[in-house]
């Protein structure tokens, strides 16, 4: 049986909506680049880059997170880089979830020196009470609580990435929780 929202498509669709609005306005004048983290983000990016009322270019990466099921080790491996070059381009990194903000913190020094006119971050979901480092996520869709939660692009092993709205993983589930983004 498929799980119950948590947060629901309508919501979703609202907040993905005014967050494009909000990317379009506040970044900076000149080139976009929104760069989607593969894959928990697949679906928001194709949602929020469409309610962004600004010319971009889309770009994504694939990481991987090593470590077990549920723990983020915070060591993360690139396994597909950029396309575009992203000196001098004003950058947009978007996330599915941003929970104890280790991968998060690789990915923005990875970035840092490659020189983009400006870095900023777009997360779907943020769990601020499990941080363990200190991350700036200029751009928030929903903050939750210390929860494993799947759908929306999110997954338990490859599992519940289509459902279009966010639930709490089944209690039958949650022995296959992943972390391979
Ligand atoms: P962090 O390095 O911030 O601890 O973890 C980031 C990655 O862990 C996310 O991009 C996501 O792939 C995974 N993750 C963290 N929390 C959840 C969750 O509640 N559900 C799912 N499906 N993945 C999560």
Not at 19 to 42: C, K, N, S
Request: proline share 6%.
């Amino acid at each position: 049986m498929l799980p119950s929202p948590l947060i629901s498509a309508e919501a979703i669709a609202t907040r993905v909506a005014a967050m494009g609005q909000e990317i379009a306005r506040t970044v900076p004048a000149g080139d976009l680049t929104v760069v989607g983290v593969l894959r928990g983000a697949f679906i928001f990016m194709a949602d929020l880059v469409r309610a962004i009322p600004r010319e971009h270019r889309c770009d994504f990466l694939a990481v991987r997170s090593y470590g077990d099921a549920t723990i983020s080790s915070g060591v993360v491996q690139i396994t597909s880089d950029l396309l575009l070059p992203v000196e001098g381009q004003h950058l947009v990194l978007v996330e599915d979830i941003v929970d104890t903000g280790l991968t998060l913190k690789y990915l923005l020094d990875v970035f840092t020196a490659r020189r983009p006119a400006s870095l900023r971050v777009c997360a779907l979901l943020s769990k601020p009470s499990r941080r363990r480092v200190v991350v700036p996520v200029d751009f928030v869709g929903f903050e939750v609580p210390d929860e494993f939660l799947v759908g929306y692009g999110l997954d338990a092993a490859q599992r519940f990435r289509h459902l279009p709205y966010i639930a709490r993983l089944p209690a039958d589930a949650a022995s296959v929780g992943t972390r391979l983004g």
